[in-house]
Each structure stands twice: as C-alpha cells, then as structure tokens.
C-alpha cells in the first residue's frame, strides 16, 4: 500500500521558518515536493531586532537539497508585511495552497504587571499577525478552491500558564480565528485546523521561572513527569501532526490537535448536557441555578457544538431528553 503523503505541486507559506518548528515544517514540506515562502524576521525569541539571515538559511538548506522556496524578510505584525509576504509566494510560484502562521515571540510576566507594550506586541505578532498573513492568503485560496491553514495555538491558552496573560489571549483568538475560518472556508474547499504544539525550542530560554510563586501552579508543575518525555521534546516532533493537517489526504478541519512528548491528541471543547430551566415566565431564580449547580456541571453526557447554532442544537436536545419541552 502506498501511503506516502506528499506536497508536490503546493505552494507552502510558513511564517517564523527561521527556527525551531516553522524551520522544520518548511523543509520536510520542501522534502515532500512542496515550493515553499520561508518567512522570518529574524528576532530574538523576545521579538527584538531582525536578521534576513534565519529565513537565508532555511532556503539555501532547502535549494541544496535540490528543493524550491524563497525567502521573505516581512513582519508578520503589519498588514503591509502579511500582504508582502502572500504577494512574494505568489510571485515566485503562482498560487497559495497552505497557510501556516507560526511565527511568534513571548514577553512574559505577570498578569497585573503587564504593560501595554507587552501586551500589544504579544498579541501582535501572534494574533493580528494571523490576520495579516491570512487573509490575503484566504483570498488567493478562495480563486483556486482549495487551501489548508494552519494556526498555531498553544497549551498555554487552552489550559492556563501563568505569567502568560498576553500570550495566552492571543494564542486563544488564534482559536477562534481557525473555527471561523474553517465554517466560511468549507464552501471554498479550504480547511482550518489549530496546532498546540510543544517543543524545546529557544522559547523555553524566555521562560523565566517567576510564574512558580503561584502555588497551585508549582504544584501542577513538581507534579508533571517531564522524564518521560524521554528526549521527544525537539521541534521535530510537531511536524508529523503539523504536515498531516495541512496534507491534501486529510479532511480534518475545525479541529484543535494537541503534540506533547510524542503524544498526539485531539483536543475537543465540550459542554455539559447541564440543567434546563422549566419553560416559564421568568428565568430560574440564582438560588435554583446553584441547586442544580451538580447537574449544570455534570460532565456525564457531553455536546460539541461546532457552530453557534449547533449549541441551539444541544440545548434543545437536552431539553428533550430532561422532559422539559
Ligand atoms: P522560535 O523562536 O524558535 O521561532 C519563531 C520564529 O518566528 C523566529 O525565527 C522569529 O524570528 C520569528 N518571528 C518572530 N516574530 C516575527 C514576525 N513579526 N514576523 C515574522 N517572523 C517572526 O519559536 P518556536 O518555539 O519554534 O515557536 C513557533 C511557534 O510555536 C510560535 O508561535 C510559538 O508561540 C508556538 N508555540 C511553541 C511552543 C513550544 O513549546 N516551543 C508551544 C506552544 C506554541
């Protein structure tokens, strides 16, 4: 059985391709056949300066191998750079078929603390840079009928890490921006998926340890058995999963896909059955709702709405199977 998963004839634009996991990304797309945009502006994993030389690298290790890509030095952070760098890819190959927007950088620190700077920055590149690049990448998507977006959320915003505030909102947009952009582009043939990726990559140098003053967060973390990760912990990990969603063979869309030491995992948001209000002339007193408090958060029968109106769904069902209506 040949099951080989290949890109050729795509055209793959992988933004912060410079480093760790769009690095990796963009040469085993390149491997693969894809012709690939690398996109890096070159900071710090703070986001400060900018270099042309991490996107000049991943493209002369990717043309030495005999593969195709060009490079492009724009900001993710403004909509002129994300128009730039779609307009560079189209130039160069004539089309756009896949989206990853991966390029980003932390400012870390505490959630009362934050400063504007660190909070716009933050949710600028990660963000707003999502917007910038996708959009115009959406539209050239759009004309072709086929497209595959990936967006790169993390654990961070799904789960909670402290000291994390500004990252965590925009990484958790990031969310809502893919299930968006997986409703309206299932009529076009375009696919939107969310990655959670986790890697030891030069981020984790951004990770000062202050956050461990929260004590219930220092216990999820003296809990947590980093050991058996067993070494799965480089960037390479996440680029099975990462290639997959965005392959013309899988038909995953709307989805959150979680990598950590070697596991992949689908990741759902899911809703209690809960409780339903008898249908009267007024809405359930606060004390009513805190008696049923047990039923609204029982976590036995489950709903995952996939559209606003799939919660219409479930809660008419629920009504249903409680004999309210
Ligand atoms: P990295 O620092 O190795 O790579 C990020 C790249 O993005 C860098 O090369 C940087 O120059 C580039 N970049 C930053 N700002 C840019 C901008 N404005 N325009 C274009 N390029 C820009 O980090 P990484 O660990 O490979 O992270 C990649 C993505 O994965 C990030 O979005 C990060 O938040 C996310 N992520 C990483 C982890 C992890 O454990 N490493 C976990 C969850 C999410």
Redesign the pocket.
Known sequence: MNDHIGFDGRVAIV?????????DYALELARRGAKVLV???????A?IGASSA?ADDVVREIRDAGGEAVASY????TRE?GAAIVQTAIDAFGKVDICIA?????RNGRFEDLSDEQIDAVLG??LK?AFHVAQPAYKAMRRNGYGRFLF?????AMFGHAWQAN?AAG?GGLMGLSHVVAIEGSAYGITSNLL?????????AEMTDGFKEIPAFADSIARSDRAAARGRTS?EYNTPLALYLVSEACRETHGIFSQNSGRYAKVRIVAADGWVAPVADAPPTIEELARQWDAVCDPTIEHEPLTVYDEFTAASTAARRQGVI
């Open positions: 933004t912060g391709a410079g480093n760790g996991l769009g690095r996109n890096d502006l070159g900071v710090t994993g986001g991490a724009d900001s993710v952070a750079g991966n390029a980003g950088f932390l590149v990660h840079g790169t959320g993390s654990a961070s990252y990484k959670l990726p986790t890697a030891a990559s030069r981020l984790a960037p």
